[in-house]
């Protein structure tokens, strides 16, 4: 269920000791991953002080300025922060990115995700719960650097620039918050902890509320070029062609879908709609024919694909 995400900064609650027990900062310590650098703060973060319940604006107008918009706290605010409530929702946020023309990338519930992206250079919008789970004081913060050697995240959270903290006690206050983070990347970006159905959701989401067709293709081409094997993405990029009329395009996305898997039959059924579309009949019908080898002529779609390539040739063959 979706919770309203107020931001008291009450460090009080972040000092309380509490137990330690499963956090994963831990393990990230002892053993940290290889490519992860030990110590990275990422520079020109812009910095916004918050006003009182205002970390949700504030915390969003940092990382969509930092991916080169010009927006402010003021402005995101009638789309993200609910007066009544005194506070901001995840699902506003996220959209509120989109809205903006950037990619909004819910990060895996891993601290190891979240310094990685930090480490890559995306700064990385988190939620945290200073007090505790029974009495919840919600705040968004922004995380920029990390100090493996010091054990230290550094955040840009509620009045404070550059805000040190113990790693444990960050992890508990996001833990708190069942670890909720996102980075924004623009549209042909690809967020390096990223996996693709994670990403092909986002990409969906962002589909769905952007105009810009542009933007739509290149964040479909950067997701295809680092898992081209993934049907998904190849699949949606070609039907979003195909809705373009773009049906060349379209018919080499699903092309280079069938030299990844010769075995996957519903890129062949689409192939063989935009190919009939394109006029080009017998490859068409070629590959309907493969379609159902594959897949079966039980599947209706690939039935009625067949018969559509079939009644068609037969009727430019004549009586």
Request: hydrophobic share 40%; proline share 6%; charged share 15%.
């Amino acid at each position: 269920m979706l919770k309203l995400r107020q931001c008291i900064f009450v460090l009080f609650f972040l000092h309380l000791g509490g137990c330690a027990t499963g956090l994963q900062t831990h393990d990230l310590l002892s053993q940290p991953p290889d490519d992860l650098a030990r110590s990275h703060t990422i520079q020109a973060v812009p910095f916004f002080p918050q006003e009182l319940y205002q970390c949700g604006p504030a915390a969003l107008a940092t990382l969509l300025n930092y991916q080169g918009l010009n927006t402010s706290p003021e402005a995101l605010q009638p789309l993200v922060y609910i007066p009544g409530q005194q506070g901001s929702y995840q699902l506003e946020l996220l959209a509120a990115t989109r809205s903006f023309g950037k990619l909004a990338y819910p990060l895996d519930e891993t601290l190891g995700d979240l310094l990685a992206e930090v480490n890559a250079g995306n700064p990385v919008l988190v939620l945290q719960n200073l007090a505790l789970s029974v009495f919840p004081q919600w705040h968004f913060a922004v995380v920029k650097g990390f100090d493996l050697n010091r054990e230290t995240v550094i955040l840009n959270s509620g009045t404070i620039e550059d805000y040190e903290l113990a790693l444990t006690t960050f992890e508990r206050t996001w833990r708190r918050a069942d670890y909720w983070a996102f980075t924004a990347l623009t549209p042909g970006q690809v967020p390096v902890t990223a996996n693709p159905s994670r990403y092909f959701l986002s990409l969906t989401d962002f589909q769905q509320s952007s105009n810009d067709q542009e933007a739509i293709k290149e964040a479909y081409r950067a997701g295809i070029r680092r898992w081209p094997e993934y049907a998904n993405l190849s699949m949606a990029y070609g039907n979003f062609l195909y809705a373009q009329d773009e049906l060349q395009a379209a018919a080499e996305v699903l092309q280079a879908l069938i030299q990844q898997d010769n075995s996957y039959a519903p890129a062949y059924n689409n192939l063989a709609h935009v190919l009939f579309e394109m006029e080009d009949y017998q490859a068409a019908f070629s590959y309907a024919e493969t379609a159902i080898q594959i897949g079966g002529d039980e599947n209706p779609a690939y039935s009625s694909t067949y018969r559509m390539i079939e009644e068609k040739l037969q009727e430019l063959s004549g009586p």
